[in-house]
Nanobody, 114 residues
Framework: QVQLAESGGGLVQPGGSLRLSCTVS????????MSWYRQPPGKERELVAA????????TYADSVKGRFIISRNNGKNTMYLQMNSLKPEDTAVYYC???????WGQGTQVTVSS
């Protein structure tokens, strides 16, 4: 059974950093692209970043380019999102997604506030 579990969210001050993790099971993680999405309060879910199966190719939303880094460890079935220089507008529930599937984690809350 496919499972995706996000962790690492929390409350952080503007300018701070957080690292999110997404640990998966139930499918061959190393064979598939993965992505991070977020859903700010009262808004639609949006793509934040995506990474190819071997980690060699990444893409980012313009709003996070230069601040966020997506990575993965196929040996640990885990994907990461390093978030730096956080802004209040980064406040959202962050989700990981197996690209092309309808499988999502439960989400982890990130709140950027002073």
């Amino acid at each position: 059974q496919v499972q995706l579990a996000e962790s690492g969210g929390g409350l952080v001050q503007p300018g701070g950093s957080l690292r999110l993790s997404c640990t998966v099971s139930g499918f061959t993680f190393r064979s598939y692209a993965m992505s991070w999405y977020r859903q700010p309060p009262g808004k639609e879910r949006e793509l934040v970043a995506a990474i190819s199966s071997n980690g060699g190719s990444t893409t980012y939303a313009d709003s996070v380019k230069g601040r966020f880094i997506i990575s993965r460890n196929n040996g640990k079935n885990t994907m990461y999102l390093q978030m730096n220089s956080l802004k209040p507008e980064d406040t959202a529930v962050y989700y990981c997604n197996w690209v092309g599937s309808n499988y999502w984690g439960q989400g982890t809350q990130v709140t950027v506030s002073s």
